[in-house]
Nanobody, 126 residues
Framework: VQLQASGGGWVQTGGSLRLSCAAS????????VGWFRQAPGREREFVAV????????EYDDSVQGRSTISRDISRETVYLRMNSLRPEDTAVYYC????????????????????WGQGTQVTVSS
């Protein structure tokens, strides 16, 4: 499966972006999809994850209440809407599909994910 992340860009503090993660080559409809981010000099960190059918979501505390993850199963696409962006949200954002299918518990560990997209840059200016 190939994952294409898009929707990043430059925004001012307080702005919003909607990131998209489009899957191709193989369906991801049976798997959870997560978003991670990596800022320069920092480890890759978890942002949010959505279950295979969209009925469960989890967020990192740093984006909880400001972000919404969703998926359009028919389009094989997962979205991450981020509001009230802050300079500390600046990073490359990656989407990834879980190694596990269906009702397996959601994970915030990168090791639980198998296929990764190429990333999309988000820059928030102060």
């Amino acid at each position: 499966v190939q994952l294409q992340a898009s929707g990043g860009g430059w925004v001012q503090t307080g702005g919003s972006l909607r990131l998209s993660c489009a899957a191709s080559g193989r369906t991801v409809s049976s798997r959870a999809v997560g978003w991670f981010r990596q800022a320069p000099g920092r480890e890759r960190e978890f942002v949010a994850v959505i279950s295979w059918n969209g009925d469960r979501t989890e967020y990192d505390d740093s984006v909880q209440g400001r972000s919404t993850i969703s998926r359009d199963i028919s389009r094989e696409t997962v979205y991450l809407r981020m509001n009230s962006l802050r300079p500390e949200d600046t990073a490359v954002y990656y989407c990834a599909t879980s190694r596990y299918t269906y009702t397996h518990p959601l994970s915030d560990y990168p090791e639980a994910y198998a296929a990764w997209g190429q990333g999309t840059q988000v820059t928030v200016s102060s």
